[in-house]
């Protein structure tokens, strides 16, 4: 029985199933952990959500950004989900849409496994949270999605205040920071606070910001962490922190990751040759 956890598909259907295949997955025995963003740019988002639900009861999936917005945009009228993208329009519109996106929003944004010592997140976590304080932030955040209160949350999903997440925080704002902090982080200063513009690699960051797993003084949290999101951080590892967004979408590698063995291992496959980042990049 093996255990891997995989990088930001987005919609990189082909990559995916190569993936699977070099990896041997038998869902009989196997588990895999889905880091977030399985949607949107690849242009197969449809076909990946179909696959990964198929195999839903050997997998575990940790909410992306790119994963809550699809689910806030299906709450739109339908003129306004007609003027998004044809990628995102095509599992809008699918037949099955209420049955994947009842799923999605049953899914995780945190996932730890006290038997391997792993916890999942597709970004990050707070510098002042244990792991206990994150897995209570998470299931806050959890519950209400999974609830019939869900389209209050997924209706006031965007926006970039509160910056950080403070124990403080009631209702909405405080759910918005959690989600913010475990979806879009990647740099932030000692107290938390997200720049949310900084999307480049370790040391192009503005001064008194630092990678979410650097700053100083952060809690201590007896776990190893797999995450994904951040394409310019690339393959990472370092204290105690996995990162496996290796930018398939913009012709990379889609990255999996062996939790089940001592020492963790890398497996990858290359995108399609027809895959680039645009100018300017992207998230």
């Given at each position: 029985?093996?255990?891997?956890?995989?990088?930001?598909?987005?919609?990189?259907?082909?990559?995916?199933?190569?993936?699977?295949?070099?990896?041997?997955?038998?869902?009989?025995?196997?588990?895999?952990?889905?880091?977030?963003?399985?949607?949107?740019?690849?242009?197969?988002?449809?076909?990946?959500?179909?696959?990964?639900?198929?195999?839903?009861?050997?997998?575990?999936?940790?909410?992306?950004n790119h994963d809550l917005s699809l689910l806030a945009i299906a709450l739109r009228k339908q003129d306004a989900q007609s003027r998004v993208n044809p990628e995102l329009r095509e599992v809008l519109f699918a037949e099955d849409a209420p049955t994947l996106f009842e799923w999605l929003r049953s899914q995780k944004?945190?996932?730890?496994?006290?038997?391997?010592?792993?916890?999942?997140?597709?970004?990050?976590?707070?510098?002042?949270?244990?792991?206990?304080?994150?897995?209570?932030?998470?299931?806050?955040?959890?519950?209400?999605?999974?609830?019939?209160?869900?389209?209050?949350?997924?209706?006031?999903?965007?926006?970039?205040?509160?910056?950080?997440?403070?124990?403080?925080?009631?209702?909405?704002?405080?759910?918005?920071?959690?989600?913010?902090?475990?979806?879009?982080?990647?740099?932030?200063?000692?107290?938390?606070?997200?720049?949310?513009?900084?999307?480049?690699?370790?040391?192009?960051?503005?001064?008194?910001?630092?990678?979410?797993?650097?700053?100083?003084?952060?809690?201590?949290?007896?776990?190893?962490?797999?995450?994904?999101?951040?394409?310019?951080?690339?393959?990472?590892?370092?204290?105690?922190?996995?990162?496996?967004?290796?930018?398939?979408?913009?012709?990379?590698?889609?990255?999996?990751?062996?939790?089940?063995?001592?020492?963790?291992?890398?497996?990858?496959?290359?995108?399609?040759?027809?895959?680039?980042?645009?100018?300017?990049?992207?998230?």
């Open positions: 029985m093996a255990t891997y956890a995989i990088g930001d598909v987005q919609g990189c259907y082909p990559e995916l199933q190569r993936l699977l295949e070099k990896l041997r997955f038998d869902p009989a025995q196997d588990r895999l952990w889905f880091c977030g963003d399985l949607v949107n740019r690849g242009g197969e988002s449809l076909a990946t959500l179909r696959l990964v639900h198929s195999l839903r009861d050997s997998t575990t999936l940790t909410l992306g944004l945190l996932h730890h496994d006290e038997t391997l010592g792993w916890t999942m997140v597709h970004a990050g976590l707070a510098p002042s949270w244990t792991l206990k304080q994150a897995q209570r932030s998470a299931a806050e955040v959890e519950r209400e999605l999974s609830s019939p209160r869900h389209a209050r949350l997924l209706k006031n999903l965007f926006g970039n205040r509160p910056a950080a997440w403070s124990s403080r925080l009631q209702g909405i704002d405080r759910m918005r920071a959690s989600i913010n902090t475990m979806t879009r982080m990647r740099f932030c200063d000692v107290n938390g606070r997200i720049d949310f513009e900084s999307k480049g690699a370790p040391g192009t960051q503005k001064p008194g910001m630092y990678p979410w797993f650097e700053v100083p003084g952060l809690r201590r949290r007896e776990t190893r962490i797999v995450c994904g999101h951040w394409s310019a951080l690339g393959r990472f590892a370092g204290l105690d922190v996995y990162g496996i967004d290796t930018g398939c979408v913009w012709g990379g590698k889609l990255t999996a990751l062996r939790l089940d063995q001592e020492e963790p291992q890398y497996i990858a496959v290359n995108a399609e040759p027809h895959r680039k980042r645009p100018p300017g990049g992207g998230d």
